[in-house]
């Protein structure tokens, strides 16, 4: 390695320390009213999504508004210095009351908004709507809001079209309670996160020329031999819409009473058809509102970003085909700006209660793309009975086919378990931030250096290859993944065995 010289250029791997100055907050709810929000043309305060069109409409004289962007906060991003703030991206201050009350000015009664569960009520006595549009401190009003545009309908067949291709063991008390007459609606809350940076990445990078084998029968093993050379790739780097949760609850992607990482993998959103918050987006959803500020958040989006800007490198490293081993990786944050976000998401939800363990499986949809994921409860007995069956078939293939790997016949049950597990809990399931964030190099500098031809390696990627992996979702978290989800299938087997030993 030759990084003497690389001191000078490089800082320290913590990439928020660059953007020091106090951050600029730009107010994104300028002009918002609270209180009675009247269509233009008829003055009516009933006013709703249209989700064929996702753009609000009155439903009295179905005027079709155009929807209003947010003005002020930054597109180009490859100019953006410091840290600029949404304003409705704010800290939470703690003692703010949920509650908004208002005077209706039709006909005076007293009007209760719980902020926490809804921006929006009906005078009991009028039935005009009221809203609250102005930001309030408590994180249920976000700068903007990606309107519904997939009908219930519509997602009612998705989650049924993956349920569906998920019966055969799910879990029977599961079957015959499911049902998709009650899905929700639901805007969850996000952090939009765009960043101007700076990236440099120094390390080593092989080729492969040649492979072939050694040796004869038992002994048969595989070479490799490749052209070793010092990479480097320099660039500047804009990142657009990286896209976290912002609520503390949806946050914990590893939890093992909820299968969060199921809502994760409906990502991403086409965020650029975002637009400026207004309750009525609001009405005939849920929405839930934000826990979590900036601060708390920004470690992980720290993370994101750079795996992000190694991902990007990739594009550039093709002619090392065994893999780069980045030995230092440096993201400057030259600028970044942070929005909070309303995006709609339709769920299915049902709560597995098993023994002491109870499991919150989620089926989620994606209301603009819809993408869906989810987690169905598994009748453990079934599986284990019929990958039981299928380890006999294993061990009987093992006895009979001739094959130098035939013990691989014995796990053949196990694996049968496990991917059928993993198809139905899908705990792996996750959104690929990496790959699926807006991301535009501009200047790139290149060095490819050829240092060595090395032959006779016997690992088929360079020594700690690492350009294809992640730490913000890290491979350690992966694991833990893993673990937990083995442990959860240990329990519940355990719970069965013990209910079928008091039988
Ligand atoms: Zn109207
Ligand atoms: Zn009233």
């Not at 064929?52 to 947010?70: A, Y």
């Not at 006595?125 to 009003?141: A, E, F, H």
């Not at 594009?315 to 709609?344: F, I």
């Not at 240092?451 to 350690?476: F, H, R, V, W, Y």
Request: charged residues 20%.
């Amino acid at each position: 390695m030759q990084d003497s010289n690389n001191s000078n250029i490089t800082q320290p791997i913590n990439n928020s320390n660059n953007v020091t100055n106090g951050p600029t907050i730009i107010q994104t709810d300028v002009g918002a009213k609270d209180g009675q929000d009247k269509c233009p043309k008829c003055g009516s305060t009933d006013i709703a999504i249209n989700t064929n069109s996702g753009k609000l409409r009155c439903n009295f004289c179905r005027h079709e508004f155009e929807p209003q962007k947010v003005v002020g906060m930054a597109t180009d991003i490859n100019q953006l210095q410091g840290q600029v703030i949404g304003s409705g991206a704010q800290d939470i201050v703690a003692d703010t009351k949920d509650i908004v009350t208002f005077k209706c000015s039709s006909c005076g009664a007293e009007v209760v908004v719980d902020t926490a569960s809804s921006t929006q009520a009906r005078c009991h006595w009028c039935r005009n709507t009221l809203s609250v549009n102005q930001q309030i401190p408590n994180g249920s009003i976000p700068d903007v809001v990606l309107p519904f545009s997939i009908s219930k309908d519509v997602a009612k067949t998705e989650i049924e079209k993956f349920v569906g291709k998920r019966k055969f063991f799910a879990h029977p008390k599961f079957r015959q309670e499911f049902t998709t007459e009650n899905i929700m609606g639901v805007y969850l809350p996000y952090m939009l996160v765009d960043a101007n940076a700076h990236v440099n990445l120094v390390g080593n990078g092989e080729h492969l020329t040649r492979t072939y084998y050694l040796g004869s029968g038992e002994n048969r093993k595989t070479y490799y031999d490749a052209d070793l050379y010092h990479v480097e790739r320099e660039f500047d780097l804009v990142i657009q819409g990286l896209t976290v949760e912002s609520s503390a609850d949806k946050l914990n992607n590893s939890s093992s009473s909820a299968t969060n990482n199921v809502i994760n993998a409906i990502m991403p959103f086409d965020l650029e058809n975002c637009v400026k918050f207004n309750a009525n987006y609001l009405k005939g959803y849920t929405s839930e509102k934000r826990d979590t500020n900036i601060d708390q958040l920004r470690p992980l989006v720290d993370k994101q970003s750079k795996d992000i800007a190694k991902f990007a490198a990739n594009d550039t490293l093709k002619n090392y085909d065994r893999g780069v081993a980045w030995s230092n990786e440096q993201l400057d944050v030259k600028g970044q700006q942070w929005k909070a976000a309303y995006l709609p998401v339709w769920l299915y939800s049902y709560l597995q209660v098993s023994g002491e363990n109870k499991v919150l499986h989620y089926v989620a949809v994606n209301a603009r793309t819809k993408e869906t994921m989810g987690s169905v409860p598994i009748h453990i007995p079934k599986l284990l009975g019929i990958s039981f069956l299928v380890e006999i078939l294993g061990v009987l293939a093992m006895l009979f086919i001739n094959f130098d790997y035939n013990w691989a016949f014995l796990l053949a049950g196990f694996i049968y378990f496990f991917v059928m597990f993993a198809r139905y809990r899908n705990s792996n399931a996750r959104h690929k931030y990496e790959t699926e964030t807006k991301t535009n190099i501009t200047n790139l500098r290149k060095i490819d250096n050829f240092i060595k031809t090395e032959t006779g390696l016997t690992n088929s990627k360079i020594n700690g290859a690492n350009n294809t992996s992640i730490s913000g979702q890290g491979l350690g978290n992966q694991l833990l993944n893993s673990l937990v989800d083995q442990n959860s299938v240990a329990s519940l087997v355990r719970d069965v065995t013990n209910q079928k030993g008091g039988e």
